[in-house]
T-cell receptor, first 113, second 114 residues
Framework: AQSVTQPDIHITVSEGASLELRCNYS??????LFWYVQSPGQGLQLLLK??????LVQGIKGFEAEFKRSQSSFNLRKPSVHWSDAAEYFC???????????FGKGTRLSVIA | DSGVTQTPKHLITATGQRVTLRCSPR?????VYWYQQSLDQGLQFLIQ???????AKGNILERFSAQQFPDLHSELNLSSLELGDSALYFC?????????????FGDGTRLSIL
């Protein structure tokens, strides 16, 4: 079955430290890949997406993600985390055909001083 | 602000009741998607409409139904409500019918069943 795995349920980082959130998907072909962020009480906001081309994708709020076909991964990174980045982060994949987005379970990011 | 409007923000009701959740998509978007977010199931796709017609169906219960009206707003109807239906319900919209168009999410309706 098509699935998206975010192995880390909760991550805590210090403000100013670097961040990497992991995402792995299961499928032979390359799907479309997305990262969304959800702040408390809010809907999901698209951070970035990968469809094809350059495997390093730049998004909003200083985030980037790298697609690695060999590892079926699409990890999200930020060089220096700000307290306002504390939120829930969701990786999502879209497989070929008219299929819906499949979301991971999410990773909750806490930022400490 | 995503441009997607969902009403109401909160809904509290009892088991066995019926509720209607409303969604207005971003201006110009023809596709509307409904999702359910719960602690145990995560984000689950329910159904998609494109320009008034159903396009894709996910894990939507038979007690639930949706429609998209000529003005493109959509409603999700939940009936014979059970405690397990308590969740956050999101609507998203995109400008095409293919799911590869980025989806823009509303702030959700939190449904609590007592």
């Amino acid at each position: 079955a098509q699935s998206v795995t975010q192995p880390d349920i909760h991550i805590t980082v210090s403000e100013g430290a670097s961040l990497e959130l992991r995402c792995n998907y299961s499928y032979g072909a390359t799907p479309y890949l997305f990262w969304y962020v959800q702040s408390p009480g809010q809907g999901l906001q698209l951070l970035l997406k990968y469809f094809s081309g350059d495997t390093l994708v730049q998004g909003i709020k200083g985030f980037e993600a790298e697609f690695k076909r060999s590892q079926s991964s699409f990890n999200l990174r930020k060089p220096s985390v700000h307290w306002s980045d504390a939120a829930e982060y969701f990786c999502a994949v879209l497989y070929p055909g008219n299929t819906p987005l499949v979301f991971g379970k999410g990773t909750r990011l806490s930022v400490i001083a | 602000d995503s441009g997607v409007t969902q009403t109401p923000k909160h809904l509290i009701t009892a088991t066995g009741q019926r509720v209607t959740l409303r969604c207005s998509p971003r201006s110009g978007d023809l596709s509307v998607y409904w999702y359910q977010q719960s602690l145990d199931q995560g984000l689950q796709f329910l159904i998609q409409y494109y320009n008034g017609e159903e396009r894709a169906k996910g894990n939507i219960l038979e007690r639930f139904s949706a429609q998209q009206f000529p003005d493109l707003h959509s409603e999700l109807n939940l009936s014979s409500l059970e405690l397990g239906d308590s969740a956050l319900y999101f609507c998203a919209s995109s400008d095409g019918q293919g799911s590869n168009q980025p989806q823009h999410f509303g702030d959700g309706t939190r449904l609590s069943i007592l």
